[in-house]
């Protein structure tokens, strides 16, 4: 076997599928005075927990799996923080639309839109999945450390199916907190590890959108369903 003058075996390419990738926006000092205190305290006031069972096709989770969430719902946000759903539907579905390359569409309904996910505590997780939508967007609250826990743990083996398979071969993000992060994770099994101190907090603005080669239509029967148990028992 002969290698080119860069250590590469002849006829090795590129793969057809790029590999997982995404972008951050340190937006943290740009944001109007008092944004993550306020978030914070709302989610303190607000926050709902309940029972998530990752039935639907996108969960890579395994058999009979719960998985405890602390969620502040859409509605509330659009009520109590209004200024978030402009952003949402303006500056931030720009920056997001630089990241993917195509128009990206708000969802239907406020609850689809956003919401804002809270870890608390040793071992709390954020279930393993893969996303319907083209634009993840994540604006982080807080800071997430190895010492901390509450990474993004992302599978770059496209057929992992659980979160044994994803740690198999996976790359961790510590976001901090200002930081917005935009990705396309239809491909890539992922989750929230662990927290790793009792006293930690991991709180996330999360923002879905879609667009006209990836409609809303194709998000998965029975996500709202497990996503939005704790707004309907209200």
Known sequence: MTTTPGGFADGWTP??????HWHTYDVG???????????????AAESVRHDFRPTMSSAR???????????????????????????Y??????????????ALHPTSTANRSLSLNVLR??????????????????????????????????????????????????????PRAGQLYFFDARAH?????PMRDPDGLRAVVTMNYYSQSCPESVRPAGLDDQ???AAAAR
């Open 121 to 174: 505590g040793d071992g709390e997780r954020y279930p393993c999945h893969v996303d319907s939508n083209p634009a993840q967007g994540l604006l982080y609250l807080t800071d997430c450390t190895e010492e901390t826990g509450g990474g993004l743990v992302v599978a770059r083996d496209r057929t992992a199916r659980d979160v044994a398979e994803v740690d198999r071969d996976a790359g961790v993000l510590y």
């Open 189 to 193: 099994a992922h989750y929230v590890q």
């Open 61 to 87: 989770e395994r058999t009979g799996t719960v998985i405890r969430l602390e969620t502040v719902d859409g509605e509330t946000l659009q009520r109590r923080a209004p200024w978030l759903e402009r952003l």
């Open 29 to 43: 000092s740009v944001l109007p005075a008092g944004w993550r205190e306020e978030l914070l305290s709302l989610a």
């Open 227 to 229: 996503l939005f148990a």
């Open 15 to 20: 793969p057809a599928l790029a590999p997982f």
């Open 89 to 102: 539907l303006g500056w931030f579905r720009a920056l997001a639309e630089r990241t993917i390359g195509e």
